[in-house]
């Protein structure tokens, strides 16, 4: 103001700009602009200026670990959260706190507080002293190891605002009592005469299976790992526990013992190693050329056209092919079983393929679209199940039928998939010789009995003709 400039000194004056740095406190009020000291050999003014406000929009765009005076990055920020949340796009789904909410236990910040899951507190109380006492480690030693990892594993969960409610030490005592309560329920479950040892838990088991496989319920694999490292339980075998709960888990699956020993890189958490048990060492499902469109719709369809149905070698999820013969053709398809868990897991697995914090290909999401291209109608399982494809543990096949339409409601189709079978499938359905033989074998030789009835028809015309021949021409003459 024009009224105060006479207060300044009239000697040179120094001027001193000072950046104010995005995240900083500072005791100046953010309202002052200038400061002038008290120096009486000149004045000096500080003028602080905000951050660069571009700065801020890159990190909206690259995320917090980005800086513009720096292009590296910390070596421990994990670029992946790990552990996200459902995509909004599936919390529309009827069936959401069903099918993607514990019901039983929580193994994770996310459903932490909920007052509706404090009984299985006490079980996992238990369960924790079980495992330090069987496994001969102190519980004061394994909570120091879990407290020191507690920043790195903070960095696991995509909503951080979900677990700042928790300081360092209850987030450490958390992980301490899920991580032995998960250990010792898979080592109870995979040993022998160990069940018995399971706490009381009455009906509680498909509950608490249905929980462990649930998005955002999982636990860092890390903090197994550092409850294993000084146990009295070897690494390798009680891998080999965790293999084998998860060949349980998935009915009909093969032993696949020897899939954490494999030189790929750790799975994330329980849910991450359910979906790379399904999909096997086959892992890609697409192709590069051609069209990925096809006019062909259900099994039985299929089934007219000459097209029959066998069992893959594997069990892998991607180990789907197509060989098309003369007038018919064969497709395989990996065994799968459905029961009242399918859904829940399928789901939570398509959630997990579906989240943009997580760089994975879809390959679990795409075996569910294919396999709902196949099942439009209950006569379509009833197929399948006669081929030895599918096991229906769920109830009536309409019910399964069912089930893989409501999973597919929200779901894009990716026209990728599956694309070299799919053309091959619908090269064998263009082929109009092939399918007309094979429909007049379908409509008239579909059974046993159609077929005797042919071979009947034929003798007895054959009989006719013999018997006209020796009327015409007698064997005397």
Not at 29 to 47: F, G, Y
Not at 371 to 379: A, G, H, K, Q, W
Request: glycine share 4%.
């Amino acid at each position: 103001m024009a009224g105060n400039r006479k207060d300044f000194p009239q000697e040179e004056a120094s001027i001193k700009i000072v950046r104010k740095e995005s995240g900083q406190t500072s005791n100046v009020s953010d309202r002052q602009s200038a400061i002038a000291s008290k120096q009486p050999e000149a004045m000096r003014i500080d003028i602080k200026v905000e951050d660069n406000p571009m700065e801020e929009r890159f990190k909206s765009v690259m995320g917090p670990e980005f800086s513009a005076r720096s292009n590296t990055t910390k070596s421990s920020e994990k670029k992946w959260p790990r552990i996200p949340k459902v995509p909004q796009m599936l919390r529309g789904n009827k069936d959401f706190n069903m099918q993607f909410e514990p019901r039983v236990i929580s193994l994770s910040p996310y459903h932490h507080h909920k007052s509706e899951l404090r009984p299985a507190e006490l079980l996992k109380s238990e369960m924790t002293k079980q495992f330090i006492v069987e496994s001969s480690q102190v519980i004061e030693v394994l909570y120091k190891k879990i407290e020191s990892e507690i920043p790195e594993l903070r960095k696991c969960y995509k909503k951080r605002s979900a677990i700042k409610r928790y300081s360092n030490e209850d987030l450490a005592w958390m992980m301490l009592m899920d991580g032995c309560f998960l250990l010792q329920y898979i080592y109870c479950y995979t040993t022998e005469g160990k069940l018995k040892d399971l706490p009381p838990i009455k009906h509680q088991h498909a509950f608490i299976q249905h929980d462990l496989f649930l998005l955002e319920n999982q636990l860092p694999f890390r903090v197994l790992e550092v409850l294993l490292l000084d146990s009295r339980y070897k690494k390798d075998e009680m891998m080999k526990k965790i293999d084998k709960f998860i060949g349980l888990m998935i009915t009909g699956l093969p032993d696949r013992a020897g899939l954490l020993d494999k030189k790929e890189a750790k799975p994330s958490h329980l849910l991450d190693l359910l979906r790379r048990s399904l999909l096997g060492d086959k892992t890609n499902c697409k192709s590069v050329a051609g069209k990925g469109w096809s006019s062909f719709r259900n099994v039985n369809e299929l089934k007219a056209a000459g097209i029959h149905f066998m069992r893959s070698t594997s069990p892998s999820l991607t180990d789907i092919s197509f060989n098309s013969y003369l007038f018919f053709g064969v497709l395989r398809l990996p065994n799968i079983t459905i029961d009242d868990t399918s859904k829940s897991r399928f789901l939570n697995l398509i959630a997990y393929e579906m989240s943009s914090e997580v760089p994975l290909d879809s390959e679990v999401t795409a075996y569910i679209c294919f396999l709902d291209s196949l099942i439009d109608y209950p006569e379509d399982v009833k197929e399948l199940r006669r081929r030895g494809i599918l096991r229906n543990f769920l109830g009536s096949d309409e019910e399964v039928a069912k089930l893989f339409n409501e999973i597919t409601t929200d779901l894009v189709l990716d026209f990728d998939a599956y694309k070299s079978v799919k053309q091959q499938i619908q090269r064998h359905y263009d082929n109009r010789m092939s399918t007309w033989m094979a429909e007049g074998l379908h409509n008239h030789f579909s059974s046993p009995w159609t077929l005797l009835a042919f071979v009947g028809a034929l003798l007895a015309l054959f009989m006719s003709a013999v018997q006209t021949w020796y009327t015409v021409y007698p064997r005397g003459k």
